[in-house]
C-alpha cells in the first residue's frame, strides 16, 4: 500500500488563487519528486528534490524538501484553469524504485 | 511530451487470459520501470530492468513478469488476469539506474471482464 500521506485529498479554488499541498512519510526519503498527471495521460514530472531543505522553482510552481527529508510541499502561485489535474508526490529511498503518494486532486474556478 | 511511447492504449481481456504490454524508452535511457495505477490511486512499482536484467521488483506476484531488450525497449506480461488487475499500466525510463527522474509513456489502460 501507500507509504506516502499526501493532502489535501482534492482542492477546488478560484483562479488566481494561491495553492499548497504537501507530502509525509514516517520514512526517511532521498529524493522527492512531484507529477502532474491529466486525465487519460501518464504523470508529467514538475520538480525533482535532492538535498533535506532545498527550495526549488519551476515557473509558478515551488516544491521544498523537509529537512527531516520525511516531507516535502508543492505551492502553485496565482492559479490558472490549465493547473487543473492530479498532483503527485513521489520519494525515492533505495534501488530506483519510487513510492508515491495517492495524490491530490486539483480543481479550478475561472 | 516525455519521448516514452506505451502500446496498445487501451485493452479489453477476460479473466485467465494473457497479456503483453510494450513500452518504447525515452532516446539514451537504459532503464526502465513498470508501474499499476488503480483507478483513484498513485502508481504502485511492478519491477525495474537495467541494461536487460531485473533489476528490483515490488509487491507483485510471480504472474506479472518482464523483458527488456538490447535496444532498451520493454514488455510486461501478466499471466492468468485476474479481475484485480485492472488499471492503467505505465512505463517510466530514466536515462540510467542511479538516476531517479523518471519519464513516464501515456499508459497502457487494461480491463478484465
Known amino acids: 500500500g501507500q507509504q506516502l500521506n499526501q493532502s489535501p485529498q482534492s482542492m477546488f479554488i478560484q483562479e488566481g488563487e494561491d495553492v499548497s499541498m504537501n507530502c509525509t512519510s514516517s520514512?526517511?526519503?532521498?529524493?522527492w519528486l512531484w507529477y502532474k498527471q491529466e486525465p487519460g495521460e501518464g504523470p508529467v514530472l514538475l520538480i525533482a528534490l535532492y538535498k533535506a531543505g532545498e527550495l526549488t522553482s519551476n515557473g509558478r510552481l515551488t516544491a521544498q524538501f523537509g529537512i527531516t527529508r520525511k516531507d516535502s510541499f508543492l505551492n502553485i502561485s496565482a492559479s490558472i484553469p490549465s493547473d487543473v489535474g492530479i498532483y503527485f508526490c513521489?520519494?525515492?529511498?533505495?534501488?530506483?524504485?519510487?513510492?508515491f503518494g495517492a495524490g491530490t486532486i486539483l480543481r479550478v474556478k475561472s | 511530451e516525455t519521448g516514452v511511447t506505451q502500446s496498445p492504449t487501451h485493452l479489453i481481456k477476460t479473466r485467465g487470459q494473457q497479456v503483453t504490454l510494450r513500452c518504447s524508452s525515452q532516446?539514451?535511457?537504459?532503464?526502465v520501470s513498470w508501474y499499476q495505477q488503480a483507478l483513484g490511486q498513485g502508481p504502485q512499482f511492478i519491477f525495474q530492468y537495467y541494461r536487460e536484467e531485473e533489476n528490483g521488483r515490488g509487491n507483485f506476484p510471480p504472474r506479472f513478469s518482464g523483458l527488456q531488450f538490447p535496444n532498451y525497449s520493454s514488455e510486461l506480461n501478466v499471466n492468468a488476469l485476474e479481475l484485480d488487475d485492472s488499471a492503467l499500466y505505465l512505463c517510466?525510463?530514466?536515462?540510467?539506474?542511479?538516476?531517479?527522474?523518471?519519464?513516464f509513456g501515456q499508459g497502457t489502460r487494461l480491463t478484465v471482464v
Open positions: 520514512s526517511i526519503f532521498n529524493t
Open positions: 517510466a525510463s530514466s536515462l540510467d539506474w542511479g538516476n531517479t527522474e523518471a519519464f
Open positions: 532516446s539514451g535511457h537504459n532503464t
Open positions: 513521489a520519494g525515492h529511498r533505495e534501488g530506483n524504485k519510487l513510492v
